[in-house]
């Protein structure tokens, strides 16, 4: 079945820098590709997602870009804000997400 | 959009206790989905429907988990009898179906003493 994994587990930035949370796949069939950020306490919530057919794709502060070859993808944060600080989660979809271990981002003001 | 909710948001039970957990999807959703939170195994899917049919239950810890959708806008999950290992925020979540963004409710924090 797919497994993916997650690095780093935490990361700690200067408001204003940039972050980078990266994930690998081991199912070549999985074609969905979401993140997820979860505050403490509360429900993950869905920040860009990015399908097979794409290599990148942006959205303000936040992109995501995938390589389908190497079977990984990674999500990038420009100009961190601290209410950035919080869990982010990546996942694979074939017929269903599974999701990676989370990176605890904090964005020290 | 009311978004995904569910009841009760704690629960706080005696070991032995049936536990019920409810679910209602977004109005048009065609797949629902229950995860289990925890620090030590992080966000585990327990099983998934489409159409009210369920479709995966692997993820499902034992006997004394159960899920039900008798319906398009509502499911269950049941725990009985419950155990203090089961523990831990679970997570009703709906897609429009396969492959499609999952919208996740706020979750229900179990406690089992």
């Known amino acids: 079945g797919e497994n993916v994994e997650q690095h780093p587990s935490t990361l700690s930035v200067q408001e204003g820098d940039s972050a980078v949370i990266k994930c690998t796949y081991s199912d070549s069939a999985s074609n969905y590709f979401p993140w997820y950020k979860q505050e403490l306490g509360k429900r993950p919530q869905l920040i860009i997602d990015i399908r097979s057919n794409v290599g990148e794709k942006k959205d303000q502060r936040i992109a995501v870009t995938l390589n389908k070859t190497a079977k990984h993808f990674s999500l990038h944060i420009t100009e961190t804000q601290p209410e950035d600080s919080a869990v982010y989660f990546c996942a694979a979809d074939t017929d269903k997400l599974i999701f990676g271990t989370g990176t605890r981002l904090q964005v020290f003001p | 959009d009311a978004g995904v909710i569910q009841s009760p948001r704690h629960e706080v039970t005696e070991m032995g206790q049936e536990v019920t957990l409810r679910c209602k999807p977004i109005?048009?959703?065609?797949?629902l989905f229950w995860y289990r939170q925890t620090m030590m195994r992080g966000l585990e899917l327990l099983i998934y429907?489409?159409?009210?049919?369920?479709?995966?239950d692997s993820g499902m810890p034992e006997d004394r988990f159960s899920a039900k959708m008798p319906n398009a806008s509502f499911s269950t999950l049941k725990i009985q009898p419950s155990e203090p290992r089961d523990s831990a925020v679970y997570f009703c979540?709906?897609?429009?179906?396969?492959?499609?963004?999952?919208?996740f409710g706020d979750g229900t924090r179990l406690s089992i003493l």
């Open positions: 429907f489409n159409n009210n049919v369920p479709i995966d």
């Open positions: 979540a709906s897609s429009k179906g396969p492959g499609q963004p999952q919208h």
């Open positions: 109005s048009g959703h065609n797949s």
